[in-house]
């Protein structure tokens, strides 16, 4: 898939949780990460979302939010990836942070210069990358 954003997952549906507007959709990943989507039930319908159909899960890097810690508190998010900082790239303004989970898989975010300095992020630290379920857009192949 040629797409600007930067985290583009292929996966498989493991779940459809339906709702009374938007259903759930669980995503499970080759290293057995779980990504949770909330979409419409028309876009369950016009996508065939079913248990075992290949999807991409696709997050833009501005919709991640970075912790540090992240162990201490509970959130509402349900999609919490923990793993170590393996790049920062700093702007004037922004940075790109990439976070290397343990199956392997890398997630990116961007976030404010102030932030990162803030979270006193470096290379191998521990982070979290935290996303919003309505923040991930779910595709598939046609």
Do not use: W
Not at 11 to 17: E, M, N, S, T
Not at 23 to 34: A, M, N, Y
Not at 82 to 107: A, C, D, H, S
């Amino acid at each position: 898939m040629q797409i600007s954003a930067r985290n583009t997952f292929c996966g498989k549906v493991g779940a459809v949780l339906p709702g009374a507007v938007n259903d759930e959709i669980e995503i499970i990943l080759s290293g057995g990460e779980k990504i949770i989507a909330i979409v419409t039930r028309e876009s369950v319908r016009n996508l065939g979302l079913a248990e075992g159909k290949e999807v991409y899960a696709i997050i833009k890097a501005s919709q991640v939010i970075i912790m540090t810690d992240a162990d201490e508190y509970l959130l509402s998010t349900r999609n919490q990836f923990t793993g170590k900082v393996k790049k920062l790239t700093r702007g004037f303004v922004n940075g790109e942070v990439i976070i290397e989970l343990p199956g392997g898989l890398e997630l990116t975010g961007i976030i404010s210069l102030d932030s990162m300095n803030r979270l006193h992020l470096e290379q191998g630290a521990t982070a979290t990358a935290v996303v919003k379920a309505s923040s991930v857009v779910v595709a598939v192949k046609k």
